[in-house]
């Protein structure tokens, strides 16, 4: 039975990808307990390992093993959660998509962790929620502290955000397994087209153009560090100074939900001024009726 459903999910079946986890989740539950404690964290950990698992479905070599491999994924996460417990510097566990990857939109789109069905359960949260949930697992803007830094709140609200959104996500996936739902390609290309012109009409000088099309004339820019800021005229400066000494864009990857777009770019500085920009930006737009109102920045040592 395990391996029939192990297959049946790893060939792209969500109702078989439900009806496993449900399988396996109370002992996968039982391994969290067992080394976490009865903790809220116990079941954060189970909720994790189910994402987890699905974007590695489709390197699962032994389909009659997918139980053990379930549980061992739960134990990782957990042996990562009591790292954290007792202070230790580790590396955060992964997101749902590598932060390393050198595949472009569509190959990204075509992964298990993409699929419409977890988009579409991803595209119910609220908003707050939302924007915490596609930064973690969506994007190589993953950590508890870099989420907490773009979106201007404390970590510990950044961890109650994903909670809540890994409970109404096990709900919803449940509850929508045999449900179909639209391709979320169409958004996330629209966002990937969108980064791309913008880049484009920067590099060019046609970038006043696109900032009155593209976002709200009331709209607000927010810059990790402090800056805030009318976002036309404030980004606008921003891009000058920027663009004016030398400085290239490129973009890295994209995502989106509803009423959400996250951008990830590289900074290209000139051999004159090697050192004008750190490595990358990530951009997280909050939009109505289709242009950005707010726009929140953060600058990153690395892009990958």
Not at 221 to 241: A, E, F, I, N, R
Not at 262 to 289: D, I, K
Request: with cysteine; proline share 6%.
């Amino acid at each position: 039975m395990t391996g029939d459903l192990a297959r049946a999910a790893r060939d792209g079946d969500d109702v078989a990808f439900a009806a496993l986890i449900e399988q396996h989740r109370a002992s996968m539950r039982a391994v969290a307990i067992a080394l976490l404690g009865y903790v809220d964290e116990a079941d954060d950990v189970v909720q994790d390992a189910v994402l987890v698992a699905l974007r590695r479905l489709p390197a699962l070599r032994d389909p009659e093993a997918a139980g053990a491999w379930l549980r061992a994924i739960v134990r990782n996460n957990c042996l990562m959660v009591l790292r954290a417990r007792r202070a230790v510097p580790v590396a955060e566990p992964e997101p749902l998509l590598p932060a390393a990857v050198d595949l472009g939109p569509d190959e990204l789109l075509d992964r298990a962790a993409t699929r419409d069905w977890v988009r579409h359960a991803v595209d119910a949260l609220p908003r707050p929620v939302r924007e915490v949930t596609v930064l973690r697992y969506f994007t190589g803007c993953s950590s508890y502290r870099q989420i907490a830094e773009l979106c201007a709140i404390p970590e510990h609200t950044v961890r109650s955000r994903l909670r809540d959104g890994r409970q109404a996500l096990r709900r919803s996936l449940n509850e929508t397994a045999e449900t179909a739902h639209p391709d979320f390609r169409t958004a996330v290309s629209a966002s990937h087209d969108r980064a791309e012109a913008t880049i484009e009409a920067a590099h060019r000088g046609d970038f006043p153009h696109l900032l009155r099309d593209a976002y709200h004339p009331d709209g607000r820019l927010v810059v990790s560090g402090g800056l805030t800021g009318d976002l036309q005229k404030t980004l606008m400066t921003l891009m000058d100074y920027t663009l004016g000494a030398g400085v290239r864009m490129r973009l890295a990857r994209t995502t989106a939900s509803r009423e959400v777009m996250v951008w990830e770019t590289h900074f290209l500085n000139p051999p004159e001024a090697p050192e004008h920009c750190p490595p990358g930006m990530v951009w997280l737009h909050s939009l109505r009726a289709g242009r950005t109102e707010r726009l929140r920045l953060a600058y990153r040592t690395a892009i990958a």
